[in-house]
């Protein structure tokens, strides 16, 4: 079955750039989600389609997907941004979700 | 607005069986692809079935092994999930999810609700 794999933590100063990557095998070939979870909560989508922003989520947010790699961006970082964060894909071959195994994004 | 509710969760014994609702309200509830997704205390994302807007295609994660089956009552804007041979690892927030048409992604999310398998 298709893997995808995220660090699983990243640190980052406020007002600084954290770039989160989840990687797979030619994952640029597939479309990429990335979703916002924060404790207790549901996860949110904060980008669909490897780099495309859903209503209501601010411009800091981006996402980029190519080779064997997708990345999340979240620019001029704030404590509020403190979560976790999970890369998902479809697998067509297996017709099976997926998800990475999440990155805590700490705010120092 | 959108809003999915889910219902259903409790305490069950390994062997036992349970079934999860997810309320749809807020939109065309018929006209969507729908997902469950858990989360084990302490643990990531794991995606457990699709179901297509007419109910005529389903998708399971292969770990469940025939034991989960994803059904939907479009004249409720109701989501299913009968949970079958439950596992004490089966422990976990089950989420239902809004796709948003088939197999593009997750959009919308409800709140969740837990199973626990425990003797």
């Known amino acids: 079955s298709y893997v995808l794999t995220q660090p699983p933590s990243v640190s980052v100063a406020p007002g600084q750039t954290a770039r989160i990557t989840c990687g797979g095998d030619n994952i640029g070939t597939k479309s990429v989600h990335w979703f916002q979870q924060k404790p207790g909560q549901a996860p949110v989508l904060v980008v669909c389609n490897d780099s495309d922003r859903p209503s209501g989520i601010p411009e800091r947010f981006s996402g980029s997907n190519s080779g064997n790699t997708a990345t999340l961006t979240i620019s001029r970082v704030e404590a509020g941004d403190e979560a976790d964060y999970y890369c998902?894909?479809?697998?067509?071959?297996?017709?099976?979700?997926?998800f990475g195994g999440g990155t805590k994004l700490t705010v120092l | 607005q959108v809003h999915l509710v889910e219902s259903g969760g409790g305490v069950v014994q390994p062997g036992g069986s349970l079934r999860l609702s997810c309320a749809a309200s807020g939109f065309a509830f018929s006209n969507f692809g729908m997902h469950w997704v858990r989360q084990p205390p302490g643990r990531g994302l794991e995606w457990v079935a699709f179901?297509?807007?007419?109910?005529?295609?389903?998708f399971y994660a292969d770990s469940l092994k025939g034991r989960f089956t994803i059904s939907r009552d479009n004249s409720k804007s109701t989501l299913y999930l009968q949970m079958t041979s439950l596992r004490v690892e089966d422990t976990a927030v089950y989420y239902c999810a809004k796709d948003l048409d088939f197999v593009d992604y997750m959009d919308v999310w409800g709140t969740g609700t837990t199973v626990t398998v425990s003797s």
């Open positions: 998902q894909v479809w697998d067509s071959r297996s017709d099976q979700g997926v």
């Open positions: 179901i297509r807007h007419d109910g005529s295609i389903t």
